[in-house]
């Protein structure tokens, strides 16, 4: 549900927004979901049937950015938005609610196919954002590790051992995947 006046975000999130199910939803490091704006068009080129849903807001996101997508991420890179600053840390994993939500098994799987997943925010510093304010990039720890790899090792599973050696101790990476890249550089001897 769009919102009109200042918001504010705490460590957990947005004040007013609820996740359903927690063990796979929020937290500090799924806290706030962005997705850029400018995906939106290609979706409803795609799935015009789903027109009416594509609009933003549509995939559940908390913030729509515009101008802004997973290319033009690193990992770590950490934001200024209103009085908060975030910091991207992983992208989203779309799972059966999104099919649901579009009543459309597919839209997961398109999800994955495209790269355009969006990315969770970890809450730096809690304050208050505004639609239609500027997104400031205060830090760019990882320049060189551009976050649509990221998704794409994550939806594919195809890093190399160099990437995995170096998401090992990737500043504003998410533990998770952190201890992913772990776990697959331990089988690869």
Same mark, same amino acid.
């Given at each position: ?14 004040? *007013? ?19 850029? !704006?400018?995906?939106?068009?290609? /979706? ?7 027109? !009416? ?15 802004? %997508? ?5 990992? *770590? ?11 991207? %840390?992983?992208?989203?994993?779309? %799972? ?22 969006? /990315? ?11 639609? *239609? ?32 050696? %170096? ?9 998770? /995947?952190?201890? /992913? ?9």
């Amino acid at each position: 549900m769009p919102v009109h006046g200042p918001v504010r975000i705490t460590q957990l999130g947005l004040d *007013g927004d609820e996740q359903a199910d927690l063990t796979v939803h929020g937290g500090l490091e799924k806290a706030v979901y962005g997705y850029s !704006s400018n995906h939106y068009d290609a /979706w409803r080129i795609e799935y015009p049937q789903h027109s !009416s849903v594509l609009v933003p807001g549509g995939f559940g996101e908390n913030l729509c950015i515009e101008g802004v %997508c997973e290319a033009d991420l690193s990992v *770590g890179e950490v934001h200024r938005i209103g009085s908060a600053r975030l910091q991207v %840390c992983q992208p989203r994993q779309p %799972c059966f609610k999104l099919a649901l939500h579009f009543k459309d098994k597919r839209m997961p799987k398109a999800m994955v196919r495209t790269g355009r997943a969006g /990315w969770y925010y970890r809450v730096l510093e809690p304050g208050v954002i505004a639609p *239609g304010e500027a997104v400031h990039v205060d830090e760019r720890p990882n320049p060189r590790f551009a976050f649509s790899r990221l998704v794409e090792l994550i939806s594919h599973g195809r890093a190399t051992r160099p990437e995995l050696q %170096c998401m090992l101790d990737m500043e504003g990476l998410a533990a998770d /995947w952190k201890a /992913w890249a772990h776990e697959r550089l331990s089988t690869l001897g």
